[in-house]
């Protein structure tokens, strides 16, 4: 039981370039997100899915795209990368409501744009 | 717009000391959750507390919930060495169910314990 995933854990980008940041979880959770942590900073949400199909957008969406198409993956896809945009990427997943939402994370991928 | 903040935002202990670390936020909510995070590493999941008046234990970690006052805190009891980290307080936005989890997080408490 791998808990949650990501790759790559390092990334640097040149402004302009677009890359796509994945995660898995093998819990069977219906619930995913996408968080960004700048440094000294607590997380913020950029996107999240209630189950395969179904994406909403968070506090601070813009400059990304999201896709789930299985219970499992939950890619994140950043366009037009931006200086602003460097920053510590985390994806989590929750088993919903019967969990009370409790959120498990991935170990992060860490991205610089210069 | 739900706005949570902690402090103090940078504390030093010594060893042995208690202390508690405050978690305020600005909207209705009744869930809560602490995390702690290691330099470098990811966020490790401590409480999650659901209800007012809430109270959960774990080894020298003692959090509590008080909706009415939409406060929470963290209690260190006899600080070691290896409680050292930063820790995160995070509301869930939605009442009843009806946020699936979007999570707002403080600015995070960075503790550090001295021999």
């Known amino acids: 039981n791998a808990g949650v995933t990501q790759t790559p854990k390092f990334r640097i980008l040149k402004i302009g370039q677009s890359m796509t940041l994945q995660c898995a979880q093998d819990?069977?959770?219906?619930?995913m997100y996408w968080y960004r942590q700048d440094p000294g900073m607590g997380l913020k949400l950029i996107y999240y899915?209630?189950?395969?199909?179904?994406?909403d957008k968070g506090e601070v969406p813009n400059g990304y795209n999201v896709s789930r198409s299985t219970t499992e993956d939950f890619p994140l896809r950043l366009e037009l990368a931006a200086p602003s945009q460097t920053s510590v990427y985390f994806c989590?997943?929750?088993?919903?409501?019967?969990?009370?939402?409790?959120?498990?994370f991935g170990p992060g991928t860490r991205l610089t744009v210069t | 717009e739900l706005k949570v903040e902690q402090n103090p935002l940078f504390l030093s202990m010594q060893e042995g000391k208690n202390y508690t670390i405050y978690c305020n936020y600005s909207t209705t909510s009744d869930r809560l959750y602490w995390y702690r995070q290691d330099p470098g590493k990811s966020l490790e999941s401590l409480f999650v507390?659901?209800?007012?008046?809430a109270v959960k234990q774990e080894g020298r970690l003692m959090a509590s919930l008080d909706t009415k006052a939409r406060l929470s805190t963290l209690h260190i009891t006899a600080a070691v060495h290896d409680l050292s980290a930063t820790y995160f307080c995070?509301?869930?936005?939605?009442?009843?169910?009806?946020?699936?989890?979007?999570?707002?997080f403080g600015q995070g408490t960075i503790l550090t314990v001295h021999p």
């Open positions: 819990m069977n959770h219906n619930y």
């Open positions: 995070a509301v869930d936005g939605g009442a009843g169910g009806t946020s699936y989890g979007k999570l707002t």
């Open positions: 507390l659901l209800s007012n008046g």
């Open positions: 989590a997943s929750s088993g919903g409501v019967i969990s009370a939402y409790e959120q498990y």
């Open positions: 899915s209630v189950g395969a199909g179904i994406t």
